[in-house]
């Protein structure tokens, strides 16, 4: 019924990492298998533990570093385990809200409609909402005592080169929706060119 973004999940860690050299031996909480196989292919070692342990595993020396949103960073004050962010939008997350097909298919019109204005309301209010945080969760992190560092263009290229086979098999593995992703996603970044993941 709708779909919104998340952000995405950026670095935090216990210790700098500015570089690929940087990943090497970095023990990694990894969420998800996307954020594992990204962890892996920049050289880290993730460890599968679920987002809730965060503060505590970070806090224990379980684990070097995570990826995270930086609102769940500012939310969950995961600033007071780790002090070093690099917001370099590493893996894209979204939410989505559903029903079940057949429960949809038994409401009558009127109530499918009014579910879906109400739905489609608060997706474009939290659009709106993760648009402002993205830009501003960094300052915060910051004001808290955090290192915020933005990797350098060429930096950024090696990481993202470093994770392209990842993605191609992801791509591949859709098949002709796969295609039809990559399109809007190539379109969309013509449109909007990176220049820097904060403007100021």
Not at 138 to 147: F, S
Not at 154 to 179: L, S
Request: hydrophobic share 45%; proline share 6%; charged share 20%.
């Amino acid at each position: 019924m709708a779909l919104w973004t998340a952000t995405s999940l950026d670095l935090i860690s216990k210790k700098p990492v500015r570089t690929m050299a940087d990943w090497q031996g970095l023990v990694m909480m990894a969420i998800n298998p996307p954020t594992a196989a990204v962890a892996t292919a920049l050289g880290g070692s993730p460890v599968s533990i679920d987002f809730p342990e965060a503060y505590s595993a970070l806090s224990k020396g379980v684990v070097d570093a995570g990826m995270f949103a930086t609102t769940q960073m500012v939310e969950y004050s995961l600033d007071e385990v780790a002090k070093y962010v690099v917001p370099v939008y590493m893996v894209p997350t979204f939410i989505v809200s559903a029903i079940n097909l057949d429960v949809w298919k038994s409401l009558p019109k009127d109530a499918q409609n009014a579910l879906l204005e109400e739905h489609q309301q608060m997706a474009d209010d939290l659009n709106a909402l993760y648009e402002v945080l993205v830009t501003t969760n960094p300052d915060t992190l910051a004001d808290r005592g955090c290192d915020i560092y933005i990797l350098p263009e060429d930096e950024r290229d090696r990481w993202h080169a470093a994770i392209q086979p990842y993605i191609d098999e992801q791509i591949a593995k859709m098949g002709d929706f796969g295609k039809k992703v990559l399109d809007v996603a190539e379109k969309i970044n013509a449109k909007y060119p990176y220049v820097g993941y904060i403007e100021k």
